[in-house]
């Protein structure tokens, strides 16, 4: 590990990015499934204007979740402020570029607003369990243990031992 107290250590920064890999994989096929499973009862519901909803939906659902993986494991190895300061920029970027998109398509009728509003709601909480799940399964190290000082010789001798030294 570094000098740098604020560096994050490599097995953290590794761990990290293995479990957002994870869950890259997995939103991946979320959103594929979602823009096929989508146009498919889109189509059915509402026609044409059906499949444009789902896509639409599931290509806004597609920039949030990759820009948000993305973020993450570019700012994996660095200290809490940074990655912090990135997820929040990206969430301000992607609210803008959803409220541009929302208001250019306000008053259109090539698409369906329900199979849109149907297929992000979906997105969202399939999203939400894959993250969780991942989290939770996952194996990050919150402790670096290689910065811990040594006990050795100072065991049931009652003396302290200068960090110092």
């Not at 994870?22 to 519901?45: D, E, K, M, Q, T």
């Not at 090539?110 to 969780?132: C, D, H, N, Q």
């Not at 991942?134 to 402790?143: C, D, E, G, I, M």
Request: charged share 15%; no cysteine.
């Amino acid at each position: 590990m570094s000098e740098n107290p604020h560096q994050v250590p490599d097995e953290t920064s590794r761990a990290t990015r293995n479990m957002y890999s994870v869950i890259l994989r997995r939103l991946g096929v979320l959103v594929v499934g979602l823009a096929v499973l989508g146009s498919v009862v889109g189509y059915l519901v509402a026609g044409t204007p059906g499949v444009w909803g789902a896509l639409m939906g599931a290509g806004i659902a597609a920039l949030f979740m990759v820009g948000t993986v993305a973020t993450m494991m570019l700012t994996a190895d660095k200290p809490l402020p940074v990655a912090t300061a990135a997820g929040v920029g990206g969430w301000l970027v992607k609210m803008l570029l959803l409220f541009g998109v929302l208001l250019i398509v306000r008053d259109r009728e090539f698409y369906s607003p329900g199979v849109f509003f149907v297929v992000l709601v979906l997105a969202i909480l399939g999203s939400l369990g894959i993250e969780m799940a991942a989290v939770l399964r996952a194996r990050v190290p919150t402790v670096d243990l290689s910065a811990r000082p040594s006990t050795a010789g100072t065991a049931g001798t009652g003396e302290a031992r200068d960090p110092e030294a």
